[in-house]
């Protein structure tokens, strides 16, 4: 089963806009992770934040961790066409196995 | 760095036919995934690998799924006899750690589809 869920499912904005999307999980969490999938390609690791951290940037991306609302966030600032793509977040559970949630797809437009 | 490779990119097959998907992981991980990703169950564990031994295959769906790693760079996933049902993108992943403190490092997968 899934321990992460994205939230909205599909979410379509003008180019220079920013893009909030959110994760929440059901059990506690070591770490969780952000990942981005383009078109017919395989996942890209975006940026890992730890339980004990409430938010880590890296270039145009912010992500947030509230451990007490078992929820993140992941912002990306002034969007671009490239940032069209599907973003999942991962969690782990008490078995060290990383669960990926059904992600957001982001469409950028021109 | 030239990531994790695999092969086929596409393969198309008739149902009953043995298929066999490939991978070479990021030199230096401990930790290889196989994973399949669909519309209806999104991203799923299939089976991992640590130093090349199978660790936890609870993911994979049936008797006709099998996988192995030979060596350290090199890992395949085998299904046979194929079904329809199988048709999906088949990922594999590689790091350097089995959970979430690490990145897992995805190839570009392999679009499958049976006839």
């Known amino acids: 089963s899934q321990q992460g869920e994205e939230d909205p499912q599909a979410l379509s904005i003008q180019e220079g806009e920013n893009a909030t999307m959110n994760c929440s999980y059901k059990?506690?969490?070591?770490?969780l992770q952000w990942y981005r999938q383009n078109s017919g390609r395989g996942l890209v690791h975006l940026i890992l934040?730890?339980?004990?951290?409430r938010e880590k940037h890296s270039g145009r991306l912010r992500v947030t961790l509230d451990t007490s609302k078992k929820s993140s966030s992941l912002l990306i600032t002034a969007s671009r066409a490239a940032d069209t793509a599907s973003y999942f977040c991962a969690t782990d559970a008490d078995d060290y196995k990383l669960s990926f949630g059904a992600g957001t797809t982001v469409t950028v437009r021109a | 760095d030239a990531g994790v490779i695999q092969s086929p990119r596409h393969e198309v097959t008739e149902m009953g036919q043995e298929v066999t998907l490939r991978c070479k992981p990021i030199?230096?991980?401990?930790?290889l995934f196989w994973y399949r990703q669909t519309m209806m169950r999104g991203l799923e564990l299939l089976i991992y690998f640590n130093n090349n031994v199978p660790i936890d295959d609870s993911g994979m769906p049936e008797d006709r799924f099998s996988a192995k790693m030979p060596n350290a760079s090199f890992s395949t996933l085998k299904i046979q006899p194929s079904e329809p049902r199988d048709s999906a993108v088949y990922f594999c992943a590689s790091s350097s750690y089995r959970g979430s403190n690490q990145p897992q490092h995805f190839g570009d997968g392999t679009r499958l589809s049976i006839l």
């Open positions: 934040i730890r339980s004990n951290e």
């Open positions: 059990t506690s969490i070591n770490n």
């Open positions: 030199s230096g991980h401990d930790y």
